[in-house]
């Protein structure tokens, strides 16, 4: 008998709950059942599902105590009839508890469906709970289905899972379905001090190193409370002289906050060689290399929280000096820092699971994790590329008046107020630079204007008919504005830029515009000239030109593809071609390369020259 007295009984097994109310964070499930039993509506079958040790098994022996307790109080069971101790020590006849793990074949389910239909020897009802409901095979659940649909009334039937999704639909739509949900680090910490409190045998530290131990334990359980019982048996039985922190971290293997978190700084700051001293402390330690990295996404988590929500408790479920820790180290980095590094940390776990050298994948993730300070925002970057000044090449580049004609329409230009008004010689020789434009248009000739009449209406009249050509614009205003309706044609239209490649202006007259065409490229014309890219042609010449104008397009032979220029009376000799030396020296001295070499940075290793 002294023995017997004696027996150590795990925490476990000794401090399983009895009755609903001490069935910890699952309050969802257990007021229906409460309900239920009140009410009187009790279905045929149940299926409790969710993670390990969160009270699916110990709620559905409550409910069957409840069932057929005989001085049930509303829907708790009393644990002191006959019945409800024989349910608490596995003896009651009538609460028949299955492995289904072990008992997954057809023949015990048929076996199980004979039994079903004998009335139960001493109690209202016969109660089925099958554990581990998922391993029952795919013969067994279609043997199971009838008796589920349409049990005796005597019988009810509690499948326990914790892989939902294995049970077939057809069992699923026969129960109802309750998910036990994992139950948070404050519930677990709260209940083991109660624990704690009633055993007089253990010393117990002081408050806040005793809420440290408990936090250990319960966060290294993951919301499993039967993981934090056994867990809290095990340190007890490893600290000298009572719990303290220091051992409970040991036996654990519990990473410090402090680390991790010093750990994460020195990837916020740049510091590698700070990140690599604290991963060789965590292996000189024993601690397990994975576990860190685990623990250190953990904390950036925490920190994404934090730049997100404050400290926000419910979220963290962290003590309150970690949260303090965890705002100061969220305050001195940004949000994009924390998803660059959670990024790599990421990619280091799924490359250790296919490595064997941990801690050589965690250093090398870590060294490109602390380069976070020097990444650049894709946005900052174009921003700086857009605000660099812009040099182009001298063959591609506008004339001096070209930028009036790209912030505003060219518009005919007035004529001049006092037709006495007469060229000078200089600005005659001037004139006579410009080459003349393609085609047999006839020369304008300043000549004085006759004397107006006294009457004064007769002057507005007579200026629009002595010099109409004059609100034309020049051979090389013409061409700027033309490139500069062909740019504007390739950003909304470029299968319709295309087509106008190589094209040169001639002259504008009155409404229409006269444009040369190589004869390769001939056959755009009737792409061109199709109604739809017509009309698109008309509205982007409107914008460019500041009036309607209408385009009349002629074929030239003796007008090359690549070559074309209307306003050089005879084609200048080709450049010779640049050697590939001569082509990465001038892209390197582009001011716009430059400037995107410096920003990411890097390098040119080789440029092709574009093919014609």
């Not at 110990?58 to 509303?74: D, M, V, W």
């Not at 990837?267 to 685990?294: P, T, V, Y």
């Not at 755009?524 to 009036?547: C, D, E, V, W, Y």
């Amino acid at each position: 008998m002294s023995t017997r007295s004696t027996r150590f009984i795990v925490s476990a097994l000794k401090h399983r709950p009895q009755t609903f109310g001490e069935v910890l964070a699952q309050d969802h499930v257990i007021r229906t059942l409460q309900h239920s039993l009140e009410r009187e509506r009790i279905a045929n079958a149940y299926i409790f599902s969710g993670s390990r040790g969160t009270g699916k098994t110990t709620s559905a022996r409550i409910f069957a105590k409840a069932l057929n307790c005989e001085n049930r109080q509303n829907a708790e069971p009393c644990n002191e009839c006959n019945s409800c101790k024989a349910v608490m020590r596995g003896v009651h006849p009538d609460v028949i508890e299955i492995d289904a793990a072990s008992n997954t074949s057809v023949d015990n389910i048929r076996d199980l469906r004979e039994d079903a239909r004998f009335s139960p020897s001493q109690s209202p009802y016969k109660i089925y709970i099958i554990d581990e409901s998922h391993m029952l095979s795919k013969s067994a659940n279609n043997a199971f289905l009838k008796t589920l649909e349409e049990p005796p009334a005597h019988c009810k039937f509690i499948f326990a899972t914790t892989e939902l999704h294995k049970i077939p639909n057809t069992i699923l739509s026969r129960c109802q379905r309750f998910q036990f949900r994992r139950i948070p680090v404050a519930v677990i910490v709260e209940h083991l001090k109660s624990i704690l409190k009633n055993q007089d045998e253990v010393e117990m530290p002081g408050e806040e190193e005793l809420n440290r131990v408990l936090f250990h334990i319960s966060r290294r359980a993951e919301g499993v409370l039967r993981d934090a019982l056994v867990l809290l048996d095990q340190a007890l039985a490893f600290c000298s002289g009572g719990l303290n922190a220091a051992e409970t971290e040991e036996i654990l293997g519990v990473i410090e906050f402090d680390r991790i978190d010093a750990f994460v700084r020195a990837l916020f700051n740049n510091q590698a060689a700070e990140a690599f001293a604290l991963i060789d402390q965590i292996a000189d330690m024993g601690k397990d290399i994975r576990l860190f990295l685990s623990e250190s996404l953990k904390h950036l988590r925490n920190l994404a929280v934090c730049k997100l929500s404050g400290a926000d408790a419910d979220l963290l479920d962290l003590p309150i000096e970690f949260i303090k820790q965890l705002e100061e180290t969220a305050g001195n980095t940004s949000l994009e820092q924390i998803l660059y590094i959670t990024d790599m940390l990421w990619d280091a776990e799924r490359r250790m699971a296919f490595s064997s050298d941990a801690r050589l994948i965690m250093e090398m993730y870590a060294l490109k994790a602390s380069k976070v300070s020097q990444a650049v925002k894709i946005d900052d970057l174009l921003s700086k590329i857009g605000n660099a000044p812009v040099a182009l090449p001298q063959s591609i580049a506008p004339n001096p008046g070209a930028d009036a004609l790209i912030t505003a329409p060219v518009k005919p230009a007035a004529p001049a107020p006092e037709p006495k008004v007469q060229t000078p010689p200089a600005q005659a020789a001037s004139d006579d630079d410009v080459p003349p434009p393609i085609g047999e248009a006839p020369p304008i000739v300043n000549e004085p204007a006759p004397t107006p009449e006294p009457t004064p209406e007769p002057v507005p009249q007579a200026a629009p008919a002595v010099e109409p050509k004059r609100a034309e614009p020049t051979a090389d205003l013409l061409r700027s504005t033309w490139d500069q309706f062909l740019h504007e044609v390739e950003e909304e239209n470029p299968f319709l830029a295309g087509s106008l490649n190589d094209s040169v202006p001639i002259e504008i007259t009155g409404q229409n515009l006269r444009v040369a065409l190589p004869a390769e490229n001939a056959y755009h014309l009737k792409l061109l000239n199709q109604p739809r890219n017509g009309k698109a042609i008309t509205q982007f010449l409107q914008k460019s030109f500041g009036k309607p104008l209408k385009v009349i397009y002629e074929v030239r032979q003796d007008m090359p593809a690549t070559e074309a220029s209307s306003d050089e009376a005879e084609p200048e000799p080709a450049e010779p071609a640049m050697t590939r030396g001569e082509l990465l020296e001038k892209v390197q001295q582009d001011p716009v390369m430059s400037k995107l070499i410096e920003e990411l940075p890097g390098r040119i290793t080789d440029i092709k020259p574009e093919k014609a």
